[in-house]
């Protein structure tokens, strides 16, 4: 399959703002149809590679994409426009949305109605980690882990500002051991 | 005040998020609402609630608390605080991660990273799912959406519209 990157700052700002503006339920799935689908910038491997990169890194996932593949592509600039890009439409739709919910919170039950989609989005997490947690499974050590810190995280709501330097030093050394 | 002790915060906080917004929605839950008491336990639950609803990245919650805290300047410091600090890193760090591609320390600290992850993105489903004390209620809901997800491959969508009827009937 052939793939050629964005000529101009324009078409990677619109591709991007495309991108943000129909990402219901997620933007990775968007993301990939309209870079590696439609306008066949990158190849299905390297977004896999760069997604891969993007997950390990801190930061929102996606908004770290854009700025990789900005950067490769523009340089600073391809960085910028790219984020500002993905984000300047949904920026608005939430607080739009957020400012219409507001007007109507009193009304409980426009308020059960918003707290069960806050409760189903919960629900999203936990189906997210045990579809990441099932490649762990079968390695002692990870579970170990895990459970450690959810208790401290989740349970004695510890800091994560503690936790979480704490938790990849000790997953670290276990790895080094092939323990992970 | 308030505004620049939201920035250093998401500052901080962007910078230890590794997977991503769902990694640190405890701490930002436990800042946000135990320690300064912005918003109530409530307020945060639909807050995540609408940024999950609205397309877009879910970092966007971000901004709706800042919104919540300090107006529309608060939303727009929050998400730039959440997401500079990760940026500058991500910018420097692309090209050394292409290059130690087979380096062992690589794949050693991809390996330490995902059992965090896993108990992280865990947890900050837990803490949303129960603000107060714990409430069956909610534990239902996001138990259904969770069997949902891993059973079913649609459109995450659909689960959050599922749990707004239970939430109707149930709450």
């Known amino acids: ?24 339920g997620g933007v990775l799935p968007w993301a990939y149809r309209t870079m590696v689908e439609e306008r066949r910038w990158i190849t299905h491997a390297d977004f896999t590679e760069t997604i891969g990169l993007c997950q390990f890194l801190p930061g929102p996932n996606i908004g770290n994409a854009s ?44 308020k ?3 707290t069960g989609v806050g409760a189903a989005g919960a629900g999203l997490f936990v189906g997210t980690a045990v579809k990441l947690g099932r490649a762990l499974a079968k390695k002692p050590a990870a579970l170990v882990l ?8 989740a349970v ?24 992970l | 005040m308030t505004l620049v002790e939201l920035a250093l915060y998401f500052g901080l906080l962007s910078l230890i998020s590794v997977g991503g917004m769902p990694s640190v929605m405890p701490e930002m839950q436990r800042f946000v609402v135990d320690v300064k008491g912005w918003l109530t336990p409530g307020e945060f639950l639909q807050a995540f609630a609408v940024g999950q609803a609205a397309p877009g990245p879910n970092v966007l919650i971000a901004s709706l608390i800042g919104w ?18 990760a940026a500058v890193l991500a910018w420097w760090v692309a090209e050394l991660w292409d290059r130690f591609k087979d380096a062992p320390w690589r794949r050693t600290t991809q390996r ?54 239970l939430g109707a009937l149930l709450l």
Do not use: H, Q
């Open chain 1, 1 to 24: 399959m052939n793939v050629a990157p964005p000529k101009k700052l324009g078409e990677l700002f619109f591709g991007f703002l495309w991108i943000g503006a129909r990402s219901f």
């Open chain 1, 67 to 110: 700025i990789v593949l900005g950067k490769r592509w523009f340089g600073l600039a391809g960085s910028v426009v790219a984020f500002l890009g993905l984000m300047a439409l949904p920026f608005v739709w939430v607080l739009a949305l957020f400012a219409v919910y507001n007007d109507f919170s009193a009304n409980p039950l426009v």
């Open chain 1, 112 to 114: 059960a109605i918003v």
């Open chain 1, 146 to 153: 895990i459970a450690a810190c959810f208790l401290c995280v």
């Open chain 1, 156 to 179: 004695a709501r510890f800091s994560l500002v503690a936790v979480i330097p704490a938790g990849l030093l000790l997953a670290w050394l276990a790895a080094r051991r092939d323990w």
């Open chain 2, 68 to 85: 919540k805290v300090a107006g529309i300047p608060g939303a727009v410091v929050a998400l730039l605080a959440f997401c500079f600090p």
């Open chain 2, 112 to 165: 330490a990273i995902a059992p965090i992850v896993v108990a992280l993105i865990l947890s900050g489903g837990f803490v949303i799912a129960t603000p107060d004390s714990p409430d069956w209620r909610l534990w239902l809901i996001a138990g259904s959406s969770a069997a949902a997800m891993l059973l079913v491959n649609v459109n995450p969508l659909w689960m959050l519209a599922g749990g707004g009827i």
